[in-house]
């Protein structure tokens, strides 16, 4: 059974359509990288994925059941089986870095002590550690997308969506992002990353198992777009 | 649905090239333990941490199953409460609204006891002044004193009239010494007087008269009707003075406390998206921001409203003039200052729950 498949999606949004038809299935322990121009409709495409988004057409499935609706009270039950790392994240700004990124464990009503050993050893992890009491204003853009990434992957979501998880980061901590990604999907989780950066698709390509699909026309096809 | 089979990329195993420890082990939550292919959706089989914490209440059925479920859902938020004690909330802090809160509650509650007070002034005046009723004899002292017993003979087989007393000497002076003023004595032996208590009306004042006059023309009987009407009237003014500054207070300090708190939920609605993409119910979202804004504009109310009772309650306690505050509340009326405090939080809980509804609604989310 397939985290996530989509069949003949459209969503059409400011009068454009973004997705036209597009088919899409994610197994769990899969890792895919879709590759795409800006404006292609990749970050649309994840944002169907994580139910932030409703299709105007096709069909959305979900760990094997059609997905509800985003302002349907089962959706909220859904979102919690995945992680979503944002295009561009958001943070509570009254609560530390540690304290956001242990989010998804406070909602799943884990142990405050417990939450936040696991925050602390993924933001070790992730090269964050002495920015662990901050608040979220004070982190760089690139900070704040590894930040991003920690808290989409601590309660170990089912399914992990990151969209352009590499930009504003240097080489190194794409590649350990990615690993992270990477040794998630082998874990059992079904991973997908939006991304239009060369250096992620390289380091995809030959470092890890994954697939590569390329956003053109609304559609989705194998291979690296141009 | 077939999606087109992509090839493959080329498939190798980790180098671990850039970073050369191990990732943290991911740690899967009670549900993830399970293969996604076991753990099939159905979103209501909810794991038991959803249920302590976010699940939507289910349809209670009633009777036993309804109780035993008020008291789950009591040790649930007992539970949930002693948990999150060490956490900072999910909302941020409400500027603003404890401030106002205490000084509206303040306002309200000092509008408040001069409602009480005036509603108390009001009925004392109705209760000592509306009903009394005076007879004096006057004239030669034995031709008053004669007078007097056959008025008292009138007036005992009078209708209406009730309690009818003689006062005594030092009575009498008493009343006569505010007439006479301080330099001047009251007389060793004033006229006789009487009083006594109208009901039903009183008697008939015509008919009254006319048997005074008759059987003892030197009594004067007054049942102060030419002042009574503007004192009662008076007394009136003051009721509704004191309670239209009450409930002018009071729905002021309601409108504000709606207002900051619903300004305060709406400011804070990126905050509510992003919790809403990480799985947090309408429930929870609600106690995030419904909740506290009413909680801490309960106590912020009770707080101005102890503050107001102890600037009415500070002269009582001295002594001299200051002593006779009017407006201090006694007895159970102290408990009416503390109305102000529910009230103005049940205004914050519904600003914030109006302010809320977009993000619940999720329709930004969808058009997003």
Redesign the interface.
Known sequence: ?A?L????IRVARGGRTVLDGA???LA?GELH?ITGATGAGKSTLL?LA?L???PQGG?L?????PA????A??????????G?A?QRP??????TLE?NVA??L???????ADRAA?AR??LD?LGLADRAGDPPAALSEGERRRAALA?A?I????LILADEPSEAQD??G???GL??L???AE????VALATRDAELVRL??????????RLEEGR????VAA | ???????????????????E?????????R??KT???E??????A??K??A???A?APKAPGGPVLLSRAVSATRRAIR?AW??R???P?A??SGGLGTTGVLCALVAALALAAGVAGERLARAWTAEFGAAATLVALGPPEAAARDFRAALVVLETTPGIADLRVLEAPERRALLAPWLGPNQAAPSEPPPMAAMRLVDGGPDPEMLALRLAEEAPGAVFDDHSGWRGPLLSAAGDARLIGWGAAALAGALGMALCARIAGGWTARGR??Q??????????A?LRRAWAGRAAWRTFWAAGLGAALAAAALAAPELLDGPAARVPIAPSGWDWLALAAPAPLFALAAWAGARLALRPAL???A??G?
């Open positions: 059974m985290a498949e989509i069949g003949g088919d899409w299935s769990p990288v944002a994580a932030s988004l409703a069909e499935r979900l760990f094997g059941a509800p609706a985003p302002d009270p089962a959706a909220d039950v859904l979102r919690r089986r995945i979503a944002e958001a943070f509570l700004d009254h609560l304290e989010l998804p406070r909602l799943a009503g884990r142990d405050p696991q050893e993924l992890w808290r992957v309660a170990g979501p089912e080489r190194a794409v590649a350990r690993e992270m990477a040794a998630l874990h059992g989780a079904a995809a390509r030959h470092h890890v198992e994954a697939r590569l699909w989705l096809s194998p291979g | 649905m077939t999606p087109p089979e992509p090839k493959p990329a080329r498939r190798r195993r980790a180098k671990a090239e850039p970073a420890e191990a990732p943290p082990k991911p740690r899967r939550t549900r993830a293969r996604p292919e753990a099939a959706p159905p979103p209501e909810e794991t941490a959803e302590e914490t976010d939507p949930r948990v999150e060490r956490t900072p999910l941020p802090r990126e905050a998206r992003l919790l809403r993409r990480m799985g947090a119910t309408r929870r609604r999720g329709d989310e969808a997003r």
